[in-house]
């Protein structure tokens, strides 16, 4: 009746606005970037970087960390992992808001695109986190808040469409086989 018309008058003004994504980009230049091989997980020292290393390398570019190791510094004496390359020009791309996976398939193909003419790019990455304190993770558990909410996993794609995945979740959850 009436209560369910001025229910839904309230959700559409006030709720929909909530659930469209929020999109920022930033250019980020002259950036320390760690060289990577497809074909190499752990890396080899002066040829390339393991997994771990560019794992830890993205949360500091993500939280616009300095990479330059200063002592002056109080937030992070953090820098790139060796060997590495300075790349004139990088592109950080967020996207804010409740994802369906189709959506996350779209833009892992659109993303694919930038290995086409010109070749620019020799690998590319895509991050989605879960919200910290999600109810649910992967499996049938429960996500443990714990200390930190980890949840998320990272699609680190190449220009030869090799790619690597990885997941990071809290101690106290399901991780996927």
């Known amino acids: 009746g009436a209560e369910g018309s001025t229910l839904m008058s309230y959700f559409s003004k006030n709720q ?3 659930l469209k994504p929020k999109i920022t980009f930033s250019t980020l230049r002259d950036l320390q970037c760690p060289v990577l091989h497809s074909n190499d997980l752990q890396g080899k020292p002066e040829e390339s ?6 794992f ?5 570019v993500m939280n616009q960390v ?3 190791n200063k002592s002056s510094s109080f937030l992070s004496t953090y820098c790139c992992p060796e060997p590495n390359t300075v790349v004139e020009k990088a592109f950080l791309c967020t996207i804010t808001g409740f994802i369906i996976p189709e ?8 993303l694919c695109c930038y290995f086409g003419e010109p070749k620019l790019a020799y690998w590319l990455t895509l991050t989605v986190h879960g919200f910290a304190d999600s109810p649910v993770s992967w499996r049938e558990s429960e996500h443990g808040f714990h200390k930190g909410g980890e949840n998320l996993y990272n699609f680190v794609i190449f220009r030869n469409l090799d790619y690597w995945l990885q997941m990071a979740v809290g101690a106290h959850d399901d991780c996927p086989p």
């Open 56 to 60: 830890e390398w993205l949360g500091a």
């Open 103 to 110: 959506k996350i398939i779209q833009l892992l193909e659109q």
């Open 49 to 54: 970087c393991s997994t771990e290393e560019l």
């Open 16 to 18: 929909i606005q909530a």
């Open 66 to 68: 300095s990479l330059d």
